[in-house]
Nanobody, 119 residues
Framework: QVQLVESGGGLVQAGGSLRLSCAAS????????MGWHRQAPGKQRELVAT???????NYVDSVKGRFTVSRDNAKNTVYLQMNSLKPEDTSVYYC?????????????WGQGTQVTVSS
């Protein structure tokens, strides 16, 4: 059983910063990709940022230059540092991990953490 546990969401004023964390636990061989998606009310879930086990990083255009994704492989944890937050960043942020277990490769999601940016 693999679990992803997120922390760090909250309410912040526009221009402020927040840092999200997500730790993976359970029985698995390796984590191939870790990252973050978000979903605002009435909108589809979108990829925000991902980082591979080899350190390759990908961002959605709207957060480039403001958000930084990083990963601590020893702790099986991914972080999302969000600076210069805008009201349009308000969403539920979901941690995602693509993980290799003994049986297969599978994607896993965290429970989501609310980020609200006030204008």
């Amino acid at each position: 059983q693999v679990q992803l546990v997120e922390s760090g969401g909250g309410l912040v004023q526009a221009g402020g910063s927040l840092r999200l964390s997500c730790a993976a636990s359970g029985r698995f061989l390796s984590i191939i990709i870790m990252g973050w998606h978000r979903q605002a009310p009435g909108k589809q879930r979108e990829l925000v940022a991902t980082v591979t086990s080899g350190g390759e990083i990908n961002y959605v255009d709207s957060v480039k230059g403001r958000f930084t994704v990083s990963r601590d492989n020893a702790k099986n944890t991914v972080y999302l540092q969000m600076n210069s937050l805008k009201p349009e960043d308000t969403s539920v942020y979901y941690c995602y991990a693509y993980i290799r277990t003994n049986a297969s490769f599978s994607g896993y999601w965290g429970q989501g953490t609310q980020v609200t940016v006030s204008s």
